[in-house]
C-alpha cells in the first residue's frame, strides 16, 4: 500500500512561486507503511542470533570448567593412588602370608589329629575285644578298616561286633558278614567298618 502525501505538492508550488525553479514545483512522493516492520526484521534475528551465541559460550565455558575439574579430580587420584601403592602391596603381602599361615596351621592340626587316631583306634579295639577273639590281620586303607580274626566260638564273635556297634564315636558303617569254622577247630570271620575322626 502506497500513501501519498498531498501536501508536498501545495509547499512544493510554494517554494516554486518563490524561487521560481519549475524542477522545485514537481510534486514529491513520500512512501511510508511495511518497509520499516520488514527492516526490523533482520535485527531481531541478529539480537536472537548473539543470545543464543552468548549463551552457547557461556554454556560451553561452564563444560570446561568441569572437564578442567574432573581432570583435576582424576590426577589427584591418582597421585594418592600412586601415593599409597607401597601400603596396598605390604598389606597384600600380610594377607598371603596369613592365609599360608593358617594353612599350615590346618595341616598340622590334621597331622596331628591323624597321628593320634591309630592310638586311639587301637584302644578302643582293645576295649571291645572280648578275652576268646583275636586279630590275625589289621588293615586300614583310607578310613576304612578291616579286621580278620578266630574266635572260639559264635558268641564271643558276636559280642566283639555289638562292642564295637556301641563305640559310634569311633566306628561307623559296620559290616559282619558271618563266621566260619576253620581248620584248627576255631571260627573265623571278617569285620570291616570305617573310623571316624572323633579325636
Not at 536472537?48 to 578442567?68: D, H, R, S
Not at 601400603?87 to 596351621?105: C, N, V
Not at 563305640?167 to 573265623?188: C, H, L, M, Q, V
Amino acid at each position: 500500500m502506497i500513501k501519498i502525501n498531498l501536501l508536498g505538492d501545495a509547499l512544493a508550488q510554494a517554494g516554486g512561486k518563490k524561487g521560481g525553479d519549475k524542477s522545485a514545483s514537481e510534486p514529491v512522493q513520500v512512501y511510508t507503511g511495511e518497509g520499516g516492520s520488514r527492516a526490523s526484521l533482520p535485527i531481531a534475528g541478529v539480537v536472537v542470533g548473539l543470545l543464543f551465541t552468548a549463551l552457547g559460550g557461556v554454556y560451553y565455558l561452564w563444560l570446561n570448567g568441569e572437564f578442567a575439574k574432573a581432570e583435576k579430580k582424576k590426577a589427584d587420584l591418582e597421585r594418592d593412588k600412586k601415593q599409597y601403592e607401597p601400603y596396598i602391596a605390604l598389606e597384600k603381602k600380610f594377607r598371603e602370608k596369613k592365609d599360608a599361615l593358617q594353612k599350615k596351621e590346618e595341616v598340622m592340626t590334621t597331622l596331628k589329629r591323624q597321628q593320634a587316631l591309630p592310638v586311639h583306634l587301637l584302644e578302643e579295639l582293645a576295649n571291645s575285644l572280648p578275652d576268646d577273639v583275636w586279630f590275625k590281620k589289621v588293615s586300614q586303607k583310607g578310613m576304612a578298616i578291616t579286621i580278620e580274626g578266630e574266635g572260639r566260638n559264635f558268641e564271643s564273635i558276636n559280642s566283639l561286633y555289638g562292642n564295637l556297634q556301641s563305640r559310634t564315636r569311633w566306628f561307623k558303617k559296620i559290616n559282619y558278614p558271618g563266621a566260619k569254622r576253620g581248620t584248627s577247630g576255631s571260627f573265623e570271620f571278617t569285620i570291616s567298618f570305617e573310623l571316624q575322626n572323633a579325636v
